[in-house]
C-alpha cells in the first residue's frame, strides 16, 4: 500500500470543474542569474509585488531562468517568450485594476 496522503481525493463522478482541473507546473529558479540579462522593468517589479503579498510563489514568473547547455539562439526565444508574457501579466492586472476602480 503507497504513503498516505492528507489531500482529499476528488471523486470519480464529481461534478465540481475545480477538483477535476490540473495544477500548472512551477519551474523551479535558479540560483544563477546571466548578467546579460536587462533589469526587470517596474511593471513586472508590481506583479511580483503583489504574488509576495497575497503568498503566490514569486518564481512563477517574475524572473528568467538560464538553462545550462541551452544554445543562445533557443535561449534569445525564450527570453523573447517570457518577457512578452510579462508584458501581457502586467497589462491584464492593470485593466484589471481599473477595472475594480470602477466598479
Do not use: C, W, Y
Request: overall charge neutral.
Amino acid at each position: 500500500m503507497g504513503r498516505a496522503s492528507s489531500a482529499p481525493r476528488p471523486r470519480a463522478n464529481s461534478s465540481d470543474p475545480f477538483q477535476n482541473r490540473q495544477e500548472p507546473e512551477v519551474p523551479k529558479t535558479s540560483s544563477t542569474a546571466s548578467s546579460n540579462i536587462r533589469k526587470a522593468n517596474s511593471s513586472t517589479n508590481i506583479v511580483d509585488d503583489l504574488s509576495a503579498i497575497f503568498g503566490a510563489a514569486p518564481s512563477s514568473g517574475g524572473e528568467f531562468q538560464e538553462v545550462e547547455g541551452e544554445t543562445e539562439e533557443r535561449r534569445r526565444a525564450r527570453l523573447e517568450r517570457h518577457q512578452r508574457t510579462q508584458e501581457r501579466t502586467a497589462k491584464a492586472l492593470a485593466e484589471k485594476n481599473e477595472r475594480d476602480l470602477h466598479a
